[in-house]
């Protein structure tokens, strides 16, 4: 008899996808400049460790908001008896406020409307629970988020239908590739109850267009039983133009031009998902929302949230942070600079090793172009490259496959998660191996380095699986 439920061991958390086997990979033989130089450089997660000292310095100059404090006096018995599902009033204003500000004040945000979550993973998750069915479908641009996979579908039943976006168009999603996906979802039987896309992307590093953005609120527009949801995680980490653009502006535009009927309902089947875990770097902390102007639907998430709640005392303290005007400005400005700054540096070492990636303008990593390194056109040599990269170079990298890309050979490739000096020795070890692997640093691979590396690849053990390629042939 089996001892654990088909919930908690089927394949559908994705847990061995190489995107989380990287990181298992990592944890064994983690980088250190002084206790383990030669250890694996940890590219592959998506943490801003930029701006901690902004962070520290505030919590100094305040120290009530982190001692349970309020004018002096404690405050530790109302923080740790029990709060209601709706989470404290001074914190979701205060959270819908820096939102608004990450939008430049273009829209605003009524925190009747925001339902607190443990991060954008229960945000997202929840949102599923409550617009689809077990064996529903939304439909997701490709190159997506590996983790969605799990927060998407695992729990839920939900599927997840790519509408397949390419690199002859820079990835942009396309009215052909949404209605291809569409019929896709309908040949395989599925129920299609909207669209799901990340904007900032999250791999690609990139902001939607306006007219990505009109393309998808037509869509739902055409299709009335269909939902929009825009994970705007990244939202505050649009370094360069263009600017972002939020799906509540394309709304709030089209109603001011009145674009939509009354009975479209439109607003209320647009939903965002927002967390702290990337623009202030607080992952830890697990704080996230969903925003909806759709009144059941916040209902139901309320509900739903008791699972996943922020707690009081992090409420409490994020309240009184956020609400400091004076700080939320400058750190959101000074985090930018700092993270163009860094950009560049990924940019500029790459390239040094012949390496470019796509144009981006936002988030904490690039989707680089290794195309050329590959010694064939196939996923098979997409995994061996990555598998090189992880063990021969030591550079924890995500393959496009894990992000469910249709082409071989990009990656995901972070740069805020390390100091520069870090990320200066993970330049020089890639460009080594472009310079072993090539002879030079232009890509053109010569026979025999291939048949070198070929036979080196063949003595390792990997317990590593191919199973992003199979999930990728089956879905294709
Ligand atoms: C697009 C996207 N959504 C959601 C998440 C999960 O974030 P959180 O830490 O808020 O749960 C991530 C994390 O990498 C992400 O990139």
């Given at each position: 008899?089996k001892?654990?439920?088909?919930?908690a061991?089927?394949?559908?958390h994705?847990?061995?996808?190489?995107?989380?086997?990287?990181?298992?990979?990592y944890?064994?033989?983690?980088?250190?400049?002084?206790?383990n130089?030669?250890?694996?450089?940890q590219?592959?997660?998506?943490?801003?460790?930029?701006?901690f000292?902004?962070?520290?310095?505030w919590?100094?100059?305040?120290?009530d908001a982190s001692?349970?404090?309020q004018?002096?006096?404690?405050?530790?018995?109302?923080?740790?008896?029990f709060q209601?599902?709706?989470?404290?009033p001074?914190?979701?204003?205060?959270l819908?406020?820096?939102?608004?500000e990450?939008?430049?004040n273009?829209?605003?945000f009524?925190?009747?409307h925001?339902?607190?979550?443990?991060?954008?993973?229960?945000?997202?998750?929840?949102?599923?629970?409550?617009?689809?069915?077990?064996?529903e479908?939304?439909?997701?641009?490709?190159p997506?988020?590996?983790?969605?996979?799990r927060?998407?579908?695992?729990?839920?039943?939900v599927?997840i239908?790519?509408?397949?976006?390419?690199?002859?168009?820079?990835?942009?999603?396309?009215?052909?590739?949404?209605?291809?996906?569409?019929?896709?979802?309908?040949e395989?039987n599925?129920?299609?109850?909207g669209?799901?896309?990340?904007?900032?992307?999250?791999p690609?590093?990139?902001?939607l267009?306006?007219?990505e953005?009109n393309?998808?609120?037509?869509f739902?527009?055409?299709?009335k039983?269909?939902?929009?949801?825009?994970d705007?995680?990244?939202?505050?980490?649009?370094?360069?133009?263009?600017s972002f653009?939020?799906?509540?502006?394309?709304?709030?535009?089209?109603n001011?031009?009145?674009d939509?009927?009354?009975?479209d309902?439109?607003?209320?089947?647009?939903?965002?998902?927002?967390?702290?875990?990337?623009?202030?770097?607080?992952?830890?902390?697990?704080?996230?929302?969903?925003?909806?102007?759709?009144?059941?639907?916040?209902?139901?998430?309320?509900?739903?949230?008791?699972?996943?709640?922020?707690?009081s005392?992090?409420?409490?303290?994020?309240?009184?942070?956020?609400?400091?005007?004076?700080f939320?400005?400058?750190y959101?400005?000074?985090n930018?600079?700092?993270?163009?700054?860094?950009?560049?540096?990924?940019?500029?070492?790459?390239?040094k090793?012949?390496?470019n990636?796509?144009?981006?303008?936002?988030?904490?990593?690039?989707w680089?172009?290794?195309?050329?390194?590959?010694?064939?056109?196939?996923?098979?040599?997409e995994?061996?490259?990555?598998?090189?990269?992880?063990y021969?170079?030591?550079?924890n990298i995500s393959?496009g496959?894990?992000?469910?890309?249709n082409e071989p050979?990009?990656f995901r490739?972070?740069?805020t998660?390390?100091?520069?000096?870090?990320?200066?020795?993970?330049?020089k070890?890639l460009?080594?191996f472009v310079?072993?692997?090539?002879?030079n640093v232009?890509?053109?691979?010569?026979?025999?380095?291939?048949q070198?590396?070929?036979?080196?690849?063949?003595?390792?053990?990997?317990?590593?699986?191919?199973?992003?390629?199979r999930?990728?042939?089956e879905?294709?």
């Open positions: 008899m001892l654990l439920s088909t919930k061991t089927c394949n559908s994705g847990q061995d996808s190489s995107y989380f086997l990287g990181w298992e990979e944890e064994k033989n983690p980088y250190d400049d002084v206790h130089p030669k250890g694996i450089i590219m592959g997660l998506a943490e801003n460790q930029l701006s000292d902004l962070l520290e310095s919590l100094a100059k305040n120290p001692g349970f404090k004018g002096g006096k404690s405050i530790f018995r109302e923080l740790a008896l209601d599902y709706h989470g404290l001074s914190f979701k204003q205060a819908v406020d820096f939102m608004a990450i939008r430049g273009r829209v605003s009524d925190p009747n925001i339902v607190l979550t443990a991060g954008s993973t229960s945000a997202n998750e929840t949102l599923m629970f409550c617009l689809a069915e077990k064996g479908a939304f439909l997701l641009p490709t997506y988020y590996p983790g969605f996979d927060d998407l579908k695992w729990r839920t039943g599927e239908v790519p509408i397949q976006c390419n690199s002859s168009n820079n990835f942009q999603i396309t009215e052909q590739a949404l209605q291809q996906a569409y019929k896709d979802a309908q395989r599925l129920k299609v109850k669209v799901m896309v990340t904007n900032p992307s999250n690609l590093g990139t902001t267009s306006r007219s953005l393309l998808l609120v037509d739902i527009e055409e299709n039983n269909m939902h929009l949801i825009s705007e995680i990244y939202s505050g980490t649009v370094f360069s133009s263009p653009i939020s799906v509540m502006e394309i709304l709030k535009e089209r001011d031009l009145q939509f009927k009354y009975t309902n439109i607003c209320e089947r647009v939903h965002v998902v927002y967390s702290l875990s990337k623009d202030l770097g607080l992952p830890g902390f697990r704080v996230g929302a969903l925003y909806s102007e759709n009144d059941e639907v916040v209902a139901a998430a309320t509900k739903m949230s008791s699972f996943g709640l922020i707690s005392q992090t409420q409490y303290l994020l309240s009184s942070m956020l609400g400091d005007k004076k939320t400005k400058n959101l400005a000074e930018l600079k700092r993270l163009k700054k860094r950009h560049g540096k990924l940019v500029s070492g790459l390239q090793a012949g390496i990636c796509l144009e981006s303008n936002a988030a904490l990593f690039c680089v172009d290794m195309r050329h390194l590959l010694h064939s056109n196939t996923f098979e040599a995994m061996d490259l990555w598998k090189k990269i992880v021969q170079v030591g550079l393959p496959s894990s992000c469910h890309c050979g990009w490739v972070c740069f998660n390390m100091s520069e000096e870090t990320l200066k020795q993970a330049m070890r460009k080594a310079v072993e692997s090539t002879g232009n890509g053109v691979t010569s026979q025999t380095t291939i070198k590396t070929k036979s080196v690849l063949t003595k390792w053990v990997f317990r590593l699986s191919s199973r992003d390629h999930d990728h042939q879905e294709r």
